[in-house]
């Protein structure tokens, strides 16, 4: 009994002394910390998630097309306004532009602030329908938007926030960079179905490539039950009518996009 007694105590003391559990409390654990959403929030968030699968779905770049004749990637922006209004959208552009800048967010926010001749993005959510790269994490951050929430995680460009956001001062680092925006995936139930696509193709597809998924007829498949989502979807929270409302007529209005 002594003996299973001291073997205890000895792996507790192995446990708490672990120099890399401790930094991790230290470091990682607060970049990883959620803050609480809301329920009504959320609804808006599966909404507007929604709403910018099927925007990308709406210009769809089949695997079939070759890639020269491809406008760029399957991903889009969404920007919504402090007061929960989408105002503008971009999508990935980076082949019809020979630019690889061109990413849905930088062509969302740079031309939404051109138009509106605003200095920046002070409040605003960015709903994406993939984890944004680094390029587009340091954008959102210098023209101060709030929250990000991304549609499906992305594998080796992930955690641009995180890494901006992490402190690694107690291990004779850096402070994090300044103006954190919150970045989380969204609560649509597409995030999970697209990860697990993802998983998938990662095990069987030779390439591995992110952007041969996004153009496949799978992922296609799951963009357009985002559409048919978001045509049948019946807000559970009375006050969010008039955001489900904004977003189907979203769809309708001209100019509000960058293609
Ligand atoms: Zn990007």
Redesign the pocket.
């Known amino acids: 009994m002594t003996w299973k007694y001291a073997y205890i105590v000895f792996i507790f003391c192995l446990t708490a002394c672990d120099p890399t559990r401790h930094f991790e409390k230290q470091i990682i654990d607060p970049v990883n910390q959620q803050p609480a959403i809301s329920a009504r929030q959320q609804e808006i968030d599966r909404i507007y998630s929604l709403l910018v699968y099927y925007l990308v779905y709406r210009d769809w770049q089949p695997d079939t097309l070759p890639r020269d004749k491809r406008r760029g990637y399957n991903i889009g922006a969404l920007l919504v306004d402090k007061e929960n209004r989408p105002v503008y959208y971009g999508l990935n552009c980076i082949n019809s532009l020979d630019n690889a800048t061109q990413?849905g967010?930088?062509r969302a926010i740079t031309a939404y602030i051109a138009r509106e001749k605003c200095f920046n993005l002070d409040g605003f959510t960015i709903y994406t329908t993939l984890e944004?790269?680094i390029?587009?994490a340091g954008m959102m951050t210098m023209t101060a938007v709030k929250r990000v929430v991304y549609g499906q995680h992305d594998v080796e460009y992930s955690k641009a926030f995180e890494r901006l956001a992490v402190d690694t001062r107690p291990i004779g680092g850096f402070p994090p960079y300044p103006r954190q925006v919150i970045a989380e995936p969204s609560p649509s139930v597409f995030t999970g179905r697209l990860d697990s696509a993802y998983r998938e193709f990662l095990r069987t597809d030779p390439e591995k490539i992110l952007a041969k998924f996004l153009h496949s007829e799978t992922a296609r498949a799951l963009y357009h039950d985002a559409w048919q989502a978001l045509l049948e979807y019946k807000p559970e929270d009375p006050s969010n009518f008039p955001v489900y409302k904004g977003a189907i007529q979203f769809l309708a209005g001209s100019g509000n996009g960058q293609e």
């Open positions: 990413h967010e930088v944004p790269c390029m587009c």
